[in-house]
């Protein structure tokens, strides 16, 4: 019987996570769904654990293939998804009991729309609460990308109809800015997943190609948007799209420590001090920027964050 709903999960030598994100998918009080778990080249025991968890219960369907990246991964699950919704998820986090249910009751109610966001709470490794993040009822994708990427649920079709994804960077980005051109997007506004933040997860080289990639996206969807063929068509690489497209310097140095002033602060919070200065110090290296501000910056987050947990406003 074909279930309403395929949950693909990307893993890549995520053994101290999978088993706990393997659970709370089937352990959901919508139970009428497939885990589809793509191995993409894992070294570690990540592999051993999900034949374990698939002996366990025939809902876990695992595919294993060479290393190919993070959007192979995801386009070998899309494309052996047997439902007609698709839910992302990673192996590293974790999904609350009854969010299958709450967004599939969405999308249900809404016909027009092909795909639903929720909403995330970043936990450390040890599941302690350190920050929430919700997207707007009513996304700007052209101003930025709120929508988490283990969030959504989408229609398999409408995604399928586009050809997948695309890119080894702002995968999900670009997909969300392609698929709102011909659908709805709908959000709901309350959390769905608890997204974990460990060791060895943030490095400036990989936020310097977020930024790089996000940039890329959303100028190749104004040009789109205007009337213009897709820039993006045939590229895999978003740096060899980067300078078709006049991506400044600049702007990705900002995003850059933007985004790692954030996660130095969530790496913070989390226990991980080393990790967050290293980051800081890398990042500050690569933007040219002060590395006592970036500190400061971040201990006054801390500061704020810390008064908001007492309730101070």
Excluded: C, K
């Excluded at 707007?136 to 990308?145: E, K, S, Y």
């Excluded at 060791?199 to 190749?220: D, I, K, N, T």
């Excluded at 080393?274 to 910056?297: C, I, K, N, Q, V």
Aim: aromatic share 4%.
């Amino acid at each position: 019987m074909t279930p309403r709903v395929s949950v693909v999960m990307p893993v890549l030598d995520a053994e101290p996570f999978v088993r706990e994100a393997v659970e709370s998918v089937l352990g959901q009080t919508f139970g009428d769904l497939e885990l589809v778990a793509v191995d993409d080249g894992s070294t570690d025991g990540s592999a051993d654990a999900l034949r374990e968890l698939a002996a366990r219960d025939a809902r876990v369907r695992v595919h294993a293939q060479a290393h190919g990246g993070l959007a192979a991964a995801l386009n070998a699950g899309l494309a052996l998804a047997a439902a007609p919704l698709v839910a992302r998820m990673d192996a590293d986090d974790v999904a609350l009991p009854d969010r299958l249910e709450r967004q599939v009751a969405l999308l249900d109610a809404q016909p027009d729309a092909a795909l639903v966001a929720g909403g995330l709470v970043v936990v450390d490794e040890d599941g302690r609460e350190l920050d929430t993040a919700i997207p707007p009822a009513a996304p700007d994708l052209l101003a930025g990308n709120p929508i988490p990427h283990p969030t959504v649920v989408f229609r398999t079709d409408a995604v399928r109809a586009l050809g997948g994804y695309r890119l080894d960077q702002a995968e999900d980005y670009d997909l969300w800015l392609r698929l709102e051109e011909r659908h709805r997007i709908a959000v709901l506004p309350e959390i769905v997943l608890r997204y974990r933040v460990h060791r060895g997860q943030f490095s400036v080289r990989r936020l310097e190609r977020q930024a790089v990639g996000a940039l890329v996206v959303r100028e190749a969807a104004r040009r789109r948007r205007a009337g213009g063929p897709d820039p993006l068509d045939g590229v895999a690489r978003v740096e060899d799209a980067r300078g078709a497209l006049g991506i400044d310097a600049a702007e990705v140095q900002a995003s850059l420590v933007s985004d790692a002033v954030y996660w130095a602060t969530m790496l913070r919070r989390a226990g991980l001090a080393d990790d967050a200065d290293a980051l800081l110090e890398e990042a500050a290296s690569a933007a040219g920027a002060s590395r006592l501000r970036l500190r400061a910056t971040v201990a006054g987050r801390l500061a704020r964050m810390r008064l908001r947990s007492a309730g101070v406003r």
